[in-house]
């Protein structure tokens, strides 16, 4: 009666364990680092009933019950309750629970996460926190065993944790922990009773003993689920408490486990801080890099926010980067570092987060250095600019004029727009950087130019000059069109003017007047042109006054824009245009003109006529084409009929035009390109540019994919200019377009077209070949066939195209069941690769040896077929000629030293030898033959098939020989199979020379009494 109560108590105590763990809620995390966070559950009442019962079940099961294989765990699930009724976490016979993620990572408390950027704001706000914090700050332990004071007796450390409980569940599970281990060393959750053991000691504050614990449980159970957790405890315990070494070891334990701990980014971190704190940098170094990396190939971006506490171990992983080259030397260091260690995509930010950890130092020149350093190193990079801003602003704040002068000429001679920088990002990408090139051009322009009027500065007044225009200059070079470009002009002129420097001034006076915008000193730089005319007047030479003249009444005109009544203002606008136009001012004379035209309707035919010829060349020759286009037009329309200079206007017309389809060809606007280059046949039908401009049409709409109106526009250039020299290259693009559409028969026929046509035996070749497979594709299989064969019979070279494009005929010839000519086309393949010479190669005699398999196969099907009948010695001569023949051709197929053809070849010979066998035994005896004599006659037949049943077996084993050899097809698959077949207990032993004067009816009789036995050769053990 005692043995049936002992499950039904355990039952109960397991029923009453389960019923106190559904009544209470609890979070996910039964955790070392959670014990000391449970909050109060308001059904404790309830739950404690429910604990207590399971309790009192567990012990009178331990108490009562004999020893079982269920003792341990009772042993185990008591202790557990003990925990759960003091510290409020559970498990039970659950899942183990890990402890709670270490708070290293979310003990970065208080600290805004910030990216590591060249931007000075954010970097600042960083760096409020002193070194010494941070560090305080980062270095915290993650887990409760730091917290506790090691030197603490138990009972101090157990109220310090648990102020007012009872220590004595605790201590009870310890001592069931211990018992259980003691009592039950084998026992396969050894692992969980010392993790749960490790947390009772914790929570009584007993840490060494804790650590002990855990000692023991990596010792025993190396491959235990807790071991990370367990490890990187260790590593912070250690880690307070200075002992970096075993830190260094605990925490290298996790990083060895790889990404697939949930530890192993924070003790990537603290390995690094470990190193970091033995003075041993690189080391350390090493770990932050390689966290950083870690976090890139998992996908993360230092550009996007990510989670709060994600980005803040990222930007302190950065800022101890810093701490670290700082203390290895700083930039150069950390150039030696990359370039030991590898480049890392991220290097900006590392060479950033140092420049402002110097800056937050007040250590300007390093940290002038670090951008400067970062900039040599990746000159292309896209935030070199920034950190070239960075160098400006770090000697600003410290307060070194010369160096921010120096820095900022160093920036605009690297970052001006026509600078090797902008051929690899594009300046509208960069706004910030543009505005701050465009500040600092200003400002070193009027710097120079305030050096160059200073008294006090004489003797650099010359270098001020050249400074002072080169600014203005690069200014107006990188910024012609911005509001401030005009009065920056107007300075450079006053500039110019300054330095007597006449010419130049009124040129940078009429840009500044004429070339802008219309703006406040828009009139006074016109007015001031003309002076500085004038006085380039006074001091020019005799050969110069002439230009110098021409200049001043070019800007003369150019103001008298106010006075358009004047009676020769249209033919003096005129005479200067022609002028303009023979210097090559191809705008200035357009603009002069067009103002005749605009402004004087009632002018004399001849000028207005003139005019528009200069606007017409003018704008050809400025690339204007569209201008150009309705400038001819108008100078046709003044033009007479008869005109000899007409044809050529509709040239130039049509030129104009096609230029336009030119000019959307290269932006890749092809609806565009044709369109215009269609408009010729309307707007100057007889001009020789047309057959042209309707081939460039078609080819755009190739370009275009449109191919149905492509094929009609080259079909129209092919009908109207039969004799044109594109007519070969037309017929290219309609087969083009044709394919590309899938109209495939189309394209086979303009490409047969092509073969036709064509002088060019490599464009005939080719075309042939394509028109093949295009009718082939298309299922025109004659017109495939004639294809091929042309192109075959034309090109027998090279070799390879040859061979291979007959094996396209035969197979087609196949397909067709045409066995003749598919045989014939086989023949000529292998005669054809066995004629090739040089030009044999690997694809020829694979090609040539599988056309000669099938050629051997036709032998072999024609040697099968033949029975020997009677009259026997008729069929006999007739079945053994074809048997030699077949032997013969299989024979040399095993020259092309193909493996599968020679496997087949030689599974073929073998059937050959077996067919011949069994045709003999099987032939067809003579009626008039006594009994005894048709015995006789059987055993001659057998007698004489008997070698050739060997040979058959003999020449199968040489496939097995290439079994051996690594070389499996179907052919030595199908040797193996038909030497299985042969069963070597009814096959005769080899006769010894003593033997051979037997009887083939006794032979033939052993067959059915002997039993062979195989050995390691084909001899046979009788």
């Given at each position: 009666?005692?043995?049936?109560?002992?499950?039904?108590?355990?039952?109960?105590?397991?029923?009453?364990?389960?019923?106190?763990?559904?009544?209470?809620?609890?979070?996910?995390?039964?955790?070392?680092?959670?014990?000391?966070?449970?909050?109060?559950?308001?059904?404790?009442?309830?739950?404690?009933?429910?604990?207590?019962?399971?309790?009192?079940?567990?012990?009178?099961?331990?108490?009562?019950?004999?020893?079982?294989?269920?003792?341990?765990e009772a042993?185990?699930?008591?202790?557990?309750?003990?925990?759960?009724?003091?510290?409020?976490?559970?498990?039970?016979?659950?899942?183990?629970?890990?402890?709670?993620?270490?708070?290293?990572?979310?003990?970065?408390?208080?600290?805004?996460?910030?990216?590591?950027?060249?931007?000075?704001?954010?970097?600042?706000?960083?760096?409020?926190?002193?070194?010494?914090?941070?560090?305080?700050?980062?270095?915290?332990?993650?887990?409760?065993?730091?917290?506790?004071?090691?030197?603490?007796?138990?009972?101090?450390?157990?109220?310090?944790?648990?102020?007012?409980?009872?220590?004595?569940?605790?201590?009870?599970?310890?001592?069931?922990?211990?018992?259980?281990?003691?009592?039950?060393?084998?026992?396969?959750?050894?692992?969980?009773?010392?993790?749960?053991?490790?947390?009772?000691?914790?929570?009584?504050?007993r840490?060494?003993?804790?650590?002990?614990?855990?000692?023991?449980?990596?010792?025993?159970?190396?491959?235990?689920?807790?071991?990370?957790?367990?490890?990187?405890?260790?590593?912070?315990?250690?880690?307070?408490?200075?002992?970096?070494?075993?830190?260094?070891?605990?925490?290298?334990?996790?990083?060895?486990?790889?990404?697939?701990?949930?530890?192993?980014?924070?003790?990537?971190?603290?390995?690094?801080?470990?190193?970091?704190?033995?003075?041993?940098?690189?080391?350390?170094?090493?770990?932050?890099?390689?966290?950083?990396?870690?976090?890139?190939?998992?996908?993360?971006?230092?550009?996007?926010?990510?989670?709060?506490?994600?980005?803040?171990?990222?930007?302190?992983?950065?800022?101890?980067?810093?701490?670290?080259?700082?203390?290895?030397?700083?930039?150069?260091?950390?150039?030696?570092?990359?370039?030991?260690f590898?480049?890392?995509?991220?290097?900006?930010?590392?060479y950033?987060?140092?420049?402002?950890?110097?800056?937050?130092?007040?250590?300007?020149?390093?940290?002038?250095?670090?951008?400067?350093?970062?900039?040599?190193?990746?000159?292309?990079?896209?935030?070199?600019?920034?950190?070239?801003?960075?160098?400006?602003?770090?000697?600003?704040?410290?307060?070194?004029p010369?160096?921010?002068?120096?820095?900022?000429?160093e920036?605009?001679?690297?970052?001006?727009?026509?600078?090797?920088?902008?051929?690899?990002?594009?300046?509208?990408?960069?706004?910030?950087?543009?505005?701050?090139?465009?500040?600092?051009?200003?400002?070193?322009?009027?710097?120079?130019?305030?050096?160059?009027?200073?008294?006090?500065?004489?003797?650099?007044?010359?270098?001020?000059?050249r400074?002072?225009?080169?600014?203005?200059?690069?200014?107006?070079?990188?910024?012609?069109?911005?509001?401030?470009?005009?009065?920056?002009?107007?300075?450079?002129?006053?500039?110019?003017?300054?330095?007597?420097?006449?010419?130049?001034?009124?040129?940078?006076?009429?840009?500044?007047?004429?070339?802008?915008?219309?703006?406040?000193?828009?009139?006074?730089?016109?007015?001031?042109?003309?002076?500085?005319?004038?006085?380039?007047?006074?001091v020019?030479?005799?050969?110069?006054?002439?230009?110098?003249?021409?200049?001043?009444?070019?800007?003369?005109?150019?103001?008298?824009?106010?006075?358009?009544?004047?009676?020769?203002?249209?033919?003096?606008?005129?005479?200067?245009?022609?002028?303009?136009?023979?210097?090559?001012?191809?705008?200035?004379?357009?603009?002069?003109?067009?103002?005749?035209?605009?402004?004087?309707?009632?002018?004399?035919?001849?000028?207005?006529?003139?005019?528009?010829?200069?606007?017409?060349?003018?704008?050809?020759?400025?690339?204007?084409?569209?201008?150009?286009?309705?400038?001819?037009?108008?100078?046709?329309?003044?033009?007479?009929?008869?005109?000899?200079?007409?044809?050529?206007?509709?040239?130039?017309?049509?030129?104009?035009?096609?230029?336009?389809?030119?000019?959307?060809?290269?932006?890749?606007?092809?609806?565009?390109?044709?369109?215009?280059?269609?408009?010729?046949?309307?707007?100057?039908?007889?001009?020789?540019?047309?057959?042209?401009?309707?081939?460039?049409?078609?080819?755009?709409?190739?370009?275009?994919?449109?191919?149905?109106?492509?094929?009609?526009?080259?079909?129209?250039?092919r009908?109207?200019?039969?004799?044109?020299?594109?007519?070969?290259?037309?017929t290219?693009?309609?087969?083009?377009?044709y394919?590309?559409?899938?109209?495939?028969?189309?394209?086979?026929?303009?490409?047969?077209?092509?073969?036709?046509?064509?002088d060019?035996?490599?464009?005939?070749?080719?075309?042939?070949?394509?028109?093949?497979?295009l009718?082939?594709?298309?299922?025109?299989?004659?017109?495939?066939?004639?294809?091929?064969?042309?192109?075959?019979?034309?090109?027998?070279?090279?070799?390879?195209?040859?061979?291979?494009?007959?094996?396209?005929?035969?197979?087609?010839?196949?397909?067709?069941?045409?066995?003749?000519?598919?045989?014939?086309?086989?023949?000529?393949?292998?005669?054809?690769?066995?004629?090739?010479?040089?030009?044999?190669?690997?694809?020829?005699r694979?090609?040539a040896?599988?056309?000669?398999?099938?050629?051997?196969e036709?032998?072999?099907?024609?040697?099968?077929?033949?029975?020997?009948?009677?009259?026997?010695?008729?069929?006999?001569?007739?079945?053994?000629?074809?048997?030699?023949?077949?032997?013969?051709?299989?024979?040399?197929?095993?020259?092309?030293?193909i493996?599968e053809?020679?496997?087949?070849?030689?599974?073929?010979?073998?059937?050959?030898?077996?067919?011949?066998?069994?045709?003999?035994?099987?032939?067809?005896?003579?009626?008039?033959?006594?009994?005894?004599?048709?015995?006789?006659?059987?055993?001659?037949?057998?007698?004489?098939?008997?070698?050739?049943?060997e040979?058959?077996?003999?020449?199968?084993?040489?496939?097995?020989?290439?079994?051996?050899?690594g070389?499996?097809?179907?052919?030595?698959?199908?040797?193996?199979?038909?030497?299985?077949?042969?069963?070597?207990?009814?096959?005769?032993?080899?006769?010894?020379?003593?033997?051979?004067?037997?009887?083939?009816?006794?032979?033939?009789?052993?067959?059915?009494?002997?039993k062979?036995?195989?050995?390691?050769?084909?001899?046979?053990?009788?």
């Amino acid at each position: 009666m005692r043995r049936l109560s002992i499950p039904i108590v355990l039952w109960l105590a397991f029923i009453a364990g389960c019923a106190a763990r559904t009544n209470k809620t609890v979070g996910t995390a039964g955790t070392l680092a959670e014990l000391r966070n449970v909050r109060p559950d308001v059904q404790e009442v309830k739950v404690e009933q429910g604990l207590e019962q399971a309790m009192q079940n567990y012990r009178r099961f331990l108490e009562e019950t004999p020893e079982t294989t269920m003792t341990p765990e009772a042993m185990r699930r008591l202790a557990d309750l003990q925990l759960e009724k003091q510290f409020g976490i559970r498990t039970g016979d659950a899942k183990p629970r890990q402890m709670a993620a270490p708070q290293a990572a979310q003990a970065l408390a208080d600290a805004q996460a910030g990216k590591a950027n060249p931007d000075a704001a954010d970097a600042g706000a960083r760096l409020r926190e002193s070194d010494q914090d941070f560090e305080r700050r980062t270095t915290a332990e993650g887990g409760n065993l730091a917290s506790t004071n090691a030197g603490a007796s138990t009972t101090d450390a157990a109220d310090a944790v648990r102020a007012g409980t009872d220590p004595s569940g605790p201590l009870e599970a310890i001592a069931l922990y211990n018992r259980l281990l003691t009592e039950y060393p084998s026992y396969k959750n050894s692992d969980q009773v010392l993790y749960q053991m490790a947390r009772a000691y914790d929570e009584l504050g007993r840490t060494d003993e804790a650590m002990e614990t855990m000692e023991r449980l990596i010792r025993a159970n190396p491959n235990s689920g807790h071991f990370d957790e367990v490890q990187f405890r260790r590593g912070e315990y250690f880690f307070t408490r200075r002992k970096f070494r075993d830190a260094e070891n605990a925490y290298s334990a996790i990083v060895t486990l790889g990404a697939k701990s949930s530890y192993y980014e924070l003790a990537l971190y603290k390995l690094g801080w470990t190193f970091y704190k033995q003075e041993f940098y690189e080391e350390a170094l090493q770990k932050y890099i390689a966290l950083l990396d870690y976090k890139v190939k998992i996908g993360y971006d230092f550009d996007q926010t990510h989670d709060e506490d994600d980005d803040r171990r990222v930007a302190d992983t950065f800022r101890v980067i810093s701490l670290s080259f700082s203390n290895l030397g700083g930039p150069e260091t950390m150039q030696e570092y990359f370039s030991k260690f590898g480049n890392r995509s991220y290097e900006d930010r590392v060479y950033s987060n140092l420049g402002e950890h110097y800056l937050s130092k007040l250590r300007y020149d390093d940290a002038a250095k670090t951008y400067k350093a970062f900039v040599a190193l990746y000159p292309f990079h896209r935030s070199a600019p920034r950190f070239g801003m960075r160098v400006v602003e770090t000697f600003t704040q410290g307060g070194f004029p010369k160096l921010v002068l120096e820095s900022k000429r160093e920036f605009a001679s690297k970052y001006g727009l026509k600078s090797e920088y902008w051929r690899h990002f594009k300046p509208e990408e960069s706004p910030e950087v543009l505005a701050y090139l465009k500040t600092n051009l200003k400002d070193l322009a009027t710097h120079y130019h305030a050096q160059y009027q200073n008294a006090n500065e004489a003797d650099e007044k010359r270098a001020n000059y050249r400074e002072a225009s080169q600014w203005y200059g690069a200014y107006l070079e990188s910024f012609p069109k911005e509001a401030d470009s005009p009065p920056v002009n107007y300075q450079l002129a006053d500039l110019f003017l300054e330095n007597k420097d006449f010419g130049e001034a009124a040129r940078q006076y009429e840009r500044t007047a004429y070339e802008y915008a219309p703006h406040p000193q828009s009139a006074a730089a016109g007015y001031a042109a003309i002076y500085a005319y004038r006085e380039q007047l006074k001091v020019a030479g005799k050969e110069q006054q002439d230009a110098v003249k021409r200049d001043t009444v070019a800007s003369s005109l150019k103001f008298a824009d106010a006075f358009p009544q004047d009676e020769h203002a249209a033919a003096v606008l005129g005479a200067a245009a022609d002028d303009l136009y023979e210097l090559k001012n191809y705008k200035a004379a357009i603009e002069a003109d067009q103002r005749v035209i605009d402004n004087y309707p009632n002018a004399e035919a001849a000028i207005r006529r003139s005019a528009w010829i200069v606007v017409a060349h003018g704008s050809f020759e400025l690339a204007e084409y569209s201008q150009a286009e309705h400038a001819y037009a108008e100078v046709l329309k003044v033009t007479p009929q008869g005109d000899e200079s007409r044809a050529s206007f509709v040239d130039n017309l049509a030129a104009s035009i096609y230029k336009q389809g030119e000019i959307a060809n290269e932006a890749q606007d092809y609806r565009a390109a044709a369109d215009n280059f269609l408009r010729i046949r309307s707007a100057a039908p007889t001009s020789s540019v047309r057959a042209t401009a309707e081939y460039d049409a078609g080819a755009a709409l190739i370009r275009l994919e449109d191919w149905k109106a492509a094929v009609e526009v080259l079909e129209a250039f092919r009908s109207t200019f039969p004799e044109h020299k594109l007519q070969l290259e037309a017929t290219k693009q309609i087969a083009y377009a044709y394919r590309q559409s899938g109209q495939l028969s189309h394209a086979a026929g303009e490409y047969d077209r092509i073969a036709s046509q064509s002088d060019d035996p490599a464009l005939r070749s080719e075309a042939l070949l394509d028109a093949g497979d295009l009718y082939s594709q298309s299922n025109s299989r004659d017109r495939a066939l004639d294809a091929y064969l042309r192109y075959v019979k034309e090109f027998p070279k090279p070799v390879e195209t040859a061979i291979e494009t007959r094996f396209k005929i035969a197979e087609m010839y196949k397909a067709a069941h045409d066995e003749s000519l598919y045989h014939q086309q086989l023949e000529e393949i292998v005669r054809a690769d066995a004629g090739a010479g040089p030009e044999r190669t690997g694809r020829t005699r694979t090609i040539a040896a599988r056309s000669a398999l099938v050629l051997a196969e036709k032998l072999y099907g024609d040697f099968v077929v033949v029975k020997l009948r009677q009259p026997f010695e008729t069929s006999l001569q007739d079945k053994k000629q074809r048997m030699d023949a077949t032997i013969a051709a299989l024979g040399r197929l095993v020259n092309y030293e193909i493996a599968e053809v020679t496997a087949a070849a030689t599974y073929y010979m073998a059937e050959t030898y077996s067919n011949f066998s069994r045709s003999l035994l099987e032939s067809e005896r003579p009626a008039d033959l006594k009994p005894e004599d048709l015995e006789e006659f059987k055993n001659n037949l057998d007698e004489a098939a008997f070698p050739f049943e060997e040979k058959a077996i003999n020449v199968h084993e040489k496939n097995m020989e290439l079994l051996h050899a690594g070389v499996f097809n179907s052919w030595t698959e199908k040797s193996l199979s038909r030497l299985t077949e042969v069963r070597w207990t009814d096959r005769p032993c080899r006769r010894s020379p003593t033997t051979q004067h037997r009887t083939t009816r006794s032979r033939r009789a052993r067959r059915s009494r002997m039993k062979c036995a195989p050995t390691t050769s084909r001899q046979c053990v009788c």
